[in-house]
């Protein structure tokens, strides 16, 4: 039972100790994610290539894709490039469209997006410019 106070760690390893497949399969995920951040991909596909066929079938038809977009994921792990900083800026032009569900001018709206992202330019003489502009 869970009455005392445990920790993160010995709440993961109870719940593994529940399933000898669960535990095999988190296990090759933490590999996984190791070649993810360790950036090695010939690790990351060698761990992929040697999934234990112990594991059921639905869980290991999951990581076909990954031999699929094989080159895509090549180029991944070695571009240092990332589209997380306009997918942060789509997202929070998303969030500003659903509370105000719509502004009268798009300047206004313009404006918000602008602000939001902080963006280098704002001074205060160029806020009156912009919003006429």
Do not use: C
Not at 18 to 40: G, H, I, T
Not at 107 to 127: A, D, E, G, P, T
Request: proline share 3%; charged share 25%; no cysteine.
């Amino acid at each position: 039972s869970f009455k005392t106070y445990l920790t993160h760690a010995q709440i993961l390893d109870r719940l593994l100790d529940y399933s000898p497949v669960l535990k095999q399969a988190y296990e090759f995920v933490q590999e996984l994610r190791y070649a993810y951040r360790q950036r090695d991909f010939e690790l990351f596909m060698e761990v992929i290539h040697h999934i234990d066929p112990s594991l059921p079938e639905w869980f290991r038809k999951k990581f076909d894709i990954f031999k699929t977009y094989q080159n895509g994921i090549y180029q991944a792990f070695t571009t240092p490039y990332s589209n997380g900083i306009t997918e942060a800026i789509n997202n929070h032009i998303k969030v500003i469209k659903r509370i105000a569900y719509g502004y009268r001018r798009f300047s206004y709206f313009r404006l918000r997006i602008l602000i939001i992202q902080h963006h280098s330019r704002w001074q205060k003489k160029n806020v009156k410019k912009v919003v006429n502009g």
